[in-house]
């Protein structure tokens, strides 16, 4: 197993890798991973839809979520959340801040574009039809939840959430095989998901696959049956942006920024040690 301070040293050129990859493939790599996260986020809905209590619900849920993280680190992907590691290799002078940006900007965009294709193919292919639309209805009661949050609420869930999956994205650099990978980013990611964090990339397949699932006839009906319409009209596409990407993005850069990245950047990779003091050159010779 990799130290802690064998995993920092290890992931600066993993980092500056990252940022050298052209555009085209940063977008690539991200349609991968928004995808990956997506389909978890299918199944941490339609595993516990039928189930009445909720903490169990949850539970169950949390269960599944993070097979996502485990298949964009394993099977190779980008993923904006986890790429705010890239701060380490910054505050090395590995790589600049431009680079950094650059690498954001096209990986969250390759992100949205994957989480939006798994929500168009699961939602009018019928996924969230199960349970007589009780699916459906869990769908839309989900992305209604995230953009009734207030701007705040979404900040802070966005700070815990990505300081996990960071966390988590760490704990992999520490394993040396991909049964301890899989091991050791499950507790971590399983653990947002219980706690109700924000992760601005699954959010961008929970939000618009609700907005899909709306038009459905059973999903809506079993929506409606159990929950009140006049929410309903607060699930817009400007409310994806304004009521929760924005704020859970920011969110998520500041806990993985600050409070993993520039943290154990600080620990165990800035030179602390007092250099000494130039050699006056001994004794001067007598004349």
Not at 37 to 63: E, H, Q
Not at 141 to 164: E, H, M, P, Q, Y
Not at 224 to 239: E, F, K, M, P, R
Not at 243 to 254: A, D, H, M, S, Y
Request: charged share 10%; net charge positive; proline share 3%.
């Amino acid at each position: 197993m990799n130290s802690p301070k064998e995993i920092a040293q290890n992931y600066v050129a993993t980092a500056v890798a990252k940022t050298k990859y052209p555009p085209e493939k940063m977008v690539l790599l991200g349609v991968l991973a928004g995808m990956f996260i997506a389909l978890a986020a299918v199944g941490s809905i339609i595993a516990p839809a039928t189930v009445l209590t909720a903490s169990t619900a949850k539970f169950l849920g949390a269960l599944v979520f993070p097979v996502g993280l485990a298949m964009v680190l394993i099977a190779g992907s980008e993923l904006f959340t986890g790429n705010c590691l890239i701060i380490i290799s910054v505050l090395e002078k590995e790589a600049k801040v431009s680079a950094m940006i650059k690498n954001w900007v096209f990986v969250y965009i390759g992100n949205f574009i994957g989480s939006i294709l798994v929500a168009a193919l699961t939602v009018y292919g019928g996924t969230f039809s199960l349970f007589g639309g009780a699916a459906g209805a869990s769908l839309i009661k989900t992305a209604v939840a995230k953009v009734t949050l207030s701007f705040s609420d979404a900040l802070l869930r966005g700070i815990l959430c990505n300081f996990l999956v960071c966390i988590a994205v760490w704990i992999t650099f520490a394993a040396k095989d991909v049964v301890g990978k899989i091991a050791g980013l499950f507790f971590p990611i399983m653990l947002f998901v219980l706690c109700g964090f924000e992760h601005s990339i699954a959010n961008m397949f929970y939000i618009p696959a609700g907005l899909f699932a709306k038009t459905d006839a059973a999903s809506l009906a079993a929506y409606t049956a159990n929950n009140s319409v006049i929410q309903l009209d607060s699930l817009t596409w400007g409310a994806l942006f304004t009521k929760n990407l924005i704020p859970v993005t920011l969110g998520n850069i500041i806990g993985g920024v600050i409070l993993v990245g520039a943290a154990y950047w600080f620990i165990y990779l800035r030179d602390t040690e007092k250099k000494a003091p130039a050699s006056t050159g001994g004794n001067k010779k007598k004349k």
